[in-house]
């Protein structure tokens, strides 16, 4: 049993950074954490992904603004958002118990609430 609690989202204007954090009430050393993304009408979009040795992947789209991290003994994971975009307003989702790195909503097992994020013009 895992809860996952989202914190850091809000209004940010286009070119602004935000930072993300999800803490986790179980432990996450074993397990692949990582962030997805959905707007209204669209599907759930995979921004990032962490593994459990630290291993990183991202999602097209946030390739190179985008950085997450992660602090097995704190059992939190974060999300830096850097050179915000339009584009990004979404509500965003931590997702933990993950049994692989990857970009596959499947693989993970926990969920969080979600945290809107919001960028305008």
């Known amino acids: 049993q895992v809860q996952l609690v989202e914190s850091g989202g809000g209004l940010v204007q286009a070119g602004g950074s935000l930072r993300l954090s999800c803490s986790a009430s179980?432990?996450?050393?074993?397990?692949?954490m990582g962030w997805f993304r959905q707007a209204p009408g669209k599907e759930r979009e995979f921004v990032a992904g962490?593994?459990?040795?630290?291993?990183?992947i991202y999602g097209g789209s946030v390739r190179g603004r985008f950085a997450i991290s992660r602090d097995n003994a704190k059992n939190t994971v974060y999300l830096q958002m850097n050179s915000l975009k339009p584009e990004d307003t979404a509500v965003y989702y931590c997702?933990?118990?993950?049994?692989?790195?990857?970009?596959?909503?499947?693989?993970?097992?926990?969920w969080g609430q979600g945290t809107q994020v919001t960028v305008s013009s």
């Open positions: 997702a933990g118990g993950g049994t692989g790195l990857g970009n596959s909503a499947t693989l993970y097992d926990y």
């Open positions: 179980g432990r996450t050393l074993y397990y692949a």
């Open positions: 962490i593994g459990p040795r630290g291993g990183t």
